[in-house]
């Protein structure tokens, strides 16, 4: 088992998206890339934390790679929108891949590079890719948001 986490916006479409995914075992909606130990949702809101709406995805790579969860990432949000996507506004909504090891660095710099140059943004991807922290699990009612809600993420 590995883990993969990402920051995309707003943790409910995220999550909900990547539990789509055959091969993928678990995902949490949490907070991570800050420096508050636990934080509450409220804190993260009130930019005192630094942290990022995240999730952390638990996958079997024999049957996803984390190079196809890196196309999912890079499909799922706009990596052009600084600190903010959509209507959600703040650094908690920044585009950000927190890599767990030297193989998912590179793998990340590298889908990164490929984007660039594909051409398919006008705008430069303000994606942060940096190791992995600690990962603090969301409040119960973020997790499986979309399931209970009766909501989908539309992308
Ligand atoms: N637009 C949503 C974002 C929630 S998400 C958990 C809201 O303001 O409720 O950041």
């Not at 999550?15 to 789509?20: A, G, I, L, V």
């Not at 630094?50 to 799922?76: C, N, S």
């Amino acid at each position: 088992m590995e883990k993969a986490t990402f920051a995309a916006g707003c943790f409910w479409g995220i999550e909900d998206r990547f539990r789509k995914v055959k091969g993928v075992i678990d995902v949490q909606s949490g907070y991570t890339g800050g420096t508050v130990k636990n934080p509450t949702y409220e804190q993260v809101c009130s930019h005192t934390t630094g942290h990022a709406e995240a999730v952390e995805i638990l996958f079997d790579p024999t049957k996803v790679t984390y190079e196809e969860l890196l196309a999912i990432f890079w499909k799922i949000h706009d990596p052009t929108s600084w600190h903010r996507q959509g209507p959600d506004v703040g650094s908690q909504y920044r585009s950000a891949i927190f890599t767990h090891g030297p193989h998912q660095l590179e793998s990340a710099l590298r889908s990164k590079e490929a984007l660039e140059k594909s051409g398919r943004f006008s705008s430069p991807i303000v994606t942060e890719i940096v190791p992995a922290g600690p990962f603090y699990r969301a409040e119960e009612y973020h997790q499986r948001y979309h399931e209970k809600h009766g909501g989908s993420c539309s992308l």
